[in-house]
């Protein structure tokens, strides 16, 4: 798994312990460290088989990592990064595990010593449950996770993270930073605040009507499952992305007074073909499919050997929405110049691949690997 031998984990709860247990089931010569700021739970998680060593205090748990994660509440992880920095060893790559990004990235890069790096990180997954008490080492097996390279970002860095997140069973995807969290503002965060404001309407309401909230069924409780998460990591959330959340509000406002005014005209066209259309969107959302029995294409990039050459082409690709299998800087040559060899499954994703990358100006050679043809 890359050169990383010491992964140092700050903040052991759902995810944090998920990725203790995940990283040992990938490579159990991985010695994983862990502090957590709740006196006692390094040690229980030690217990439990989710971390090697429980440190009492953060510098003794990241001044021999190769690999810090902070998975600690979104407000507290460049509070925590700061405090670390001084401690870590030239090489360490820093990553996060929050639901927001841009912010955290352009905070982060400012404060960075030399030779220490960072890659903004978001698993795509979770629950409603709280605590290592909960963890799962197979919680992001086929579940995407989020990486955010700037043109800051050390290539082989890049590489390394993207094949140690691959063998927990990511689908790894590269996002610019911004468009991380107005992305997030539209599938996560806003439906979040509405699911919150849904439950305590229906709460006012019960008030009047003691049954509403007995006679609660499927559509009400799937809408409204995710108000059960945590307050104080939504807090953060909410105000670390208010500036993309709102403009969401803003949008669906506009979008509930449309709805309004059809329903005060009695706008039955209207009503059908907003209910209509957006049944169609719904039913034609992505489903998670076996990919085993997909093809796997070889895309090949020469890339030139300077600062974000490389994360440039990634975001390219993760802006389409397609996952990278495998990655890697395959050689380079005298001319400062080198290829990037690129691994995607399924013909129509790496030709659109292809294409986006050809529209921007890069050379690109496409094959499959099972029939070894262009």
């Known amino acids: ?55 009492g205090n953060l510098e003794e748990a990241v001044k021999e990592a190769d690999v810090v ?18 401690w870590l060893k030239a090489g360490t790559v820093i990553t996060d595990v929050g639901s927001t990004k841009e912010k955290i990235v352009r905070r982060v890069e400012k404060a960075l010593p030399e030779g220490v790096h960072f890659i903004g990180g978001h698993p795509m997954t979770g629950s409603e449950q709280e605590g290592f008490a909960h963890a799962n080492k197979n919680l992001f097996k086929d579940s995407y996770y989020i990486l955010t390279p700037t043109p800051k970002t ?48 229906s709460k006012s309401k019960s008030k009047k009507k003691e049954s509403l909230l007995l006679l609660t069924a499927g559509g009400f409780k799937d809408m409204t499952r995710i108000a059960a998460s945590s307050p104080r990591i939504w807090l953060d959330i909410c105000l670390e992305n208010r500036k993309a959340i709102q403009s969401m509000i803003r949008d669906y406002i506009k979008a509930l007074e449309d709805f309004n005014r059809w329903l005060e005209e009695e706008d039955k066209e209207e009503i059908w073909g907003y209910l209509s259309e957006a049944r169609e969107i719904r039913r034609n959302l992505p489903t998670r499919i076996d990919m085993e029995e997909k093809e796997i294409y070889e ?21 389409l929405g397609i996952n990278i299998e495998d990655l890697d800087l395959i050689h380079k040559l005298e ?40």
Do not use: C, W
């Not at 063998?167 to 965060?189: C, N, T, W």
């Open 335 to 374: 001319r400062k110049e080198g290829l990037l060899r690129i691994l995607i499954k399924e013909k129509d994703k790496a030709n659109r691949a292809k294409d986006k990358l050809e529209q921007d100006g890069f050379q690109v050679e496409m094959r499959n690997l099972e029939l070894g043809v262009s």
């Open 299 to 319: 895309l090949m990039v020469p890339v030139k050997d300077r600062p974000g050459s490389i994360s440039q082409i990634l975001l390219k690709i993760g802006s």
């Open 154 to 201: 050390d290539a082989q860095v890049y590489l390394a993270m993207h094949d140690l997140l691959t063998r927990i069973g990511s689908l790894v995807l590269a996002l610019d930073p911004r468009e991380h969290d107005e992305i997030m503002a539209v599938i996560s965060h806003l439906p979040h605040i509405l699911s919150s404001i849904l439950v305590k309407i």
């Open 69 to 86: 994660f902070i998975a600690t509440p979104v407000g507290e992880i460049v509070k925590v990064i700061s405090k670390v920095l001084p």
């Open 1 to 55: 798994m890359s050169d990383f031998r010491n992964i140092s984990i700050i903040g052991i709860g759902l995810i944090g312990g998920s990725l203790g247990l995940a990283l040992k089931e990938a490579d159990s010569s991985l010695r994983i460290h862990g502090f957590d700021i709740k006196p006692g739970t390094a040690a229980q998680a030690q217990q439990r088989g989710i971390i090697d060593i429980a440190h």
